[in-house]
């Protein structure tokens, strides 16, 4: 391929260049690479990756073609040339140029040559051509993959440049017709391997198409097993998938509805007013439509299904009275009014509701009623010598564990025995003292007395035979007969109306009448023998061994308490009246506020203090009820300011009776719950998921708690 006309160097010169120059030859051949085909590769790239191979062609034929006038001025001549001589001659430099020439050029021809014969079948020739068809020693199993892998398919702008390129090689260069055979041969090899890749070209479309298949069938099988958690019963009422439940407002009918009635109720007046009685009579008749289509409807979808209907006649009523009636000074009078009736009359509601919780929270409900019945029945009808109490021997002994507790409640009562005796690590060492009145002295009795609290001691007395408790001695049994406390309390000209009279509704309740509920100022009095005593109140339910309360030193101090002081919560001055000056001058409002219902008094402190007489001194200066309302607490911090022990929170918490969001955590450390609040666990107003903590002291299997239909 090579002629002689082309190069007219010989091999034997080059032959013999390479042996005189054999020291010279590496770096000489790191020059061809970079000044000879590094430049051709460059251009490659730059194309794209494209080839014209009649225009290269061309372009290696005129570059290559000898002249001796040029190769005087070619610079590539004339840099090797110069690097080689300080190793060889000139003209052995030239000759070993010309040579090396001459096996690139032989190289590039054949790679053109490669490339026409197969561009009738690849199409358009890139750089990934080169990659394919690579010589047997370079090519790799990556390539072999890499072309396996490859698409076949060849878009038309590429068919045109393939056509066209075809066109120019045919006036270029042409196939020799001697080497058919080969061309045959070389022809069936290219087929077999096309046909190899198409069928793993079908074999990798097969799995594609199995993945997908897969992939399909896995989101059928998820979406089968969520359908399998959609509530059935919801589903009924409502279908998830409509859109009108992603609706934020979804009470926006009934609240144009009710805003249409207020409305029509302004236009009524108005067209009132202005003596038009047709559409007076067609507002109110709307009025009541829509109030029987609204109904007590909070949300749309429990409207009526004529609301819609009801919705857009009232519509259009209210658009013929706004032609006929409206007038914006008017109106905006009479929406004002409206206002301020609503405003007084949520007011009102509000000081009924506060009145009845409490009335709730304070009336014993008639299952407790009945139990307290029958159980004071049976008393009656017991002889005498069985309404006495085992080890009463027990009832003055200091060495062992005494609680006071007072109450007119008798299921009350029973938890808060049951709850210590059933937690108590020595339960025989344990002594309960309980006081009620005299309605509920025969029911106590007689409970305990059926029901004994093991190998605890236990008595319960009356307070009405207290003699010594009278009010000659106690302040607020003096002040509980004077003129003022009655008018106060049963005044006949009083306000029949629940939402009228004081604002402080709660301090009128009957509990507040109770000595019941001031007797702990007196428990040295009722105990005389004793030098330490816990005051449990009935509303508590004990979860641990309370003993330990026993041995807290107390630091000289009379009462071992809880505090219930936040940041600014629970301090003196929530309770007391410091706009007086006898607690500006002996209190600060910013003490530390504690609870009563779980509380250890040293009595032996109490008695060296006068703790009663400083009760006395207070409750003698609040007869007019000017230094605190009624209650036992504001006087308790009072009587024991500065003499309270705090004690860890965990033997006391509180607000189960008020506050939802107690942490379960705490309440199941505690060792006693306290229900303190209006919803206390007896009533049905009680907070259920605080419920068990009390409702598990109590046998519901019990004959008498059975036959008044107390229920769990």
């Known amino acids: 391929m090579a002629t002689p006309k082309r190069l007219p160097y010989t091999t034997a010169g080059a032959g013999g260049g390479a042996r005189r120059g054999s020291g010279t030859v590496p770096p000489v051949v790191v020059l061809v690479f970079l000044f000879v085909v590094a430049p051709s590769i460059f251009l490659v790239a730059r194309s794209g990756g494209h080839v014209h191979i009649p225009r290269v062609r061309m372009a290696i034929r005129i570059r290559l073609t000898f002249n001796p006038a040029l190769q005087e001025t070619d610079w590539q001549q004339q840099l090797v040339t110069n690097n080689l001589k300080t190793v060889l001659s000139k003209e052995e430099a030239l000759c070993f140029f010309n ?415 109770s000595m019941l509920n001031h007797l702990r100022f007196y428990l040295p009095q009722i105990y005389p023998k004793l030098d330490k005593i816990l005051f449990l109140d009935d509303d508590i339910v004990v979860q641990k061994d309370l003993t330990g309360l026993w041995d807290v030193d107390l630091n000289g101090k009379v009462n071992g308490a809880v505090e219930t002081c936040g940041e600014s919560f629970h301090r003196f001055d929530k309770y007391l009246n410091f706009s007086n000056p006898h607690i500006a001058q002996n209190f600060d409002p910013n003490a530390c506020g504690w609870a009563y219902g779980m509380n250890i008094f040293d009595l032996k402190q109490w008695k060296n203090k006068d703790i009663t007489g400083i009760y006395h001194k207070w409750q003698n200066k609040n007869e007019d009820r000017v230094l605190w309302k009624l209650g036992t607490l504001p006087p308790g911090l009072m009587t024991f300011y500065k003499l309270t022990h705090p004690l860890d929170k965990s033997w006391h918490v509180l607000g189960l009776g008020y506050n939802p969001s107690i942490d379960r955590s705490e309440i199941d450390n505690a060792a006693v719950a306290h229900y303190n609040g209006n919803m206390k666990p007896w009533l049905e107003l009680a907070m259920t998921k605080y419920r068990p903590y009390w409702t598990r002291y109590i046998k519901y299997d019990h004959p008498y708690i059975r036959g008044c239909n107390l229920s769990d």
Not at 340 to 351: I, M
């Open 99 to 513: 040579s090396t020439m001459l096996t690139v050029t032989v190289f590039w021809f054949q790679v053109i040559d490669a490339i026409a014969a197969s561009q009738q079948e690849t199409g358009t020739v890139n750089l990934d051509f080169f990659r394919d068809h690579a010589s047997p020693s370079w090519k790799t199993d990556d390539l072999v993959d890499h072309k396996m892998n490859t698409s076949l398919d060849v878009d038309d702008k590429a068919k045109a440049e393939n056509s066209t390129a075809e066109h120019d090689l045919s006036l270029t260069y042409k196939t020799p017709k001697d080497g058919s055979d080969e061309h045959q041969g070389d022809t069936a090899v290219k087929i077999a391997r096309r046909k190899l890749w198409e069928k793993r070209r079908e074999k990798r479309a097969m799995d594609l198409v199995q993945k997908d298949d897969e992939a399909h069938v896995k989101l059928e099988n998820a979406a089968i097993e969520r359908s399998k958690a959609v509530d059935s019963a919801v589903l009924g009422k409502y279908s998830i998938w409509r859109k009108e439940n992603e609706n934020e407002n979804s009470d926006s009918t009934v609240r144009l509805m009710r805003d249409q009635i207020i409305m029509a109720r302004v236009y009524s007046v108005l067209a009132k007013s202005k003596n038009k009685h047709d559409l007076y009579q067609e507002l109110q008749s709307r009025i009541k439509e829509s109030q029987r289509a609204v109904g007590e409807a909070t949300v749309d979808a429990d409207l009526h299904h004529s609301a819609p209907e009801k919705l857009r006649v009232m519509g259009q009523v209210l658009s013929k009275a706004r032609e006929a009636v409206y007038d914006c000074k008017v109106v905006t009078q009479r929406l004002r009014a409206m206002l301020q009736s609503a405003d007084e009359h949520v007011r009102s509601l509000k000081k009924q509701s506060t009145f009845l919780s409490q009335l709730a929270a304070k009336t014993i409900p008639n299952s407790i009623h009945c139990l307290s019945m029958r159980l004071t029945i049976d008393y009656y009808l017991l002889p005498l010598e069985k309404r006495k109490f085992p080890r009463s021997e027990n009832l003055e002994n200091p060495a062992l564990y005494h609680y006071a507790l007072f109450s007119d409640n008798v299921l009350a009562a029973s938890v808060v025995v049951n709850s210590t005796i059933m937690n108590a690590k020595e339960p025989e060492k344990h002594v309960f003292h309980l006081v009620t009145d005299k309605l509920n002295f025969g029911a106590m009795t007689m409970w305990f007395l059926l029901n004994p609290p093991g190998k605890a001691t236990i008595h319960v007395e009356n307070v009405d035979e207290f003699k010594w408790l009278n009010s000659s001695y106690c302040p607020v049994l003096r002040q509980l007969e004077s003129a003022a406390m009655k008018e106060y309390y049963f005044k006949a000209d009083r306000p029949t109306t629940l939402s009228a009279g004081s604002s402080n509704l709660k301090y009128r309740n009957p509990k507040y009448l």
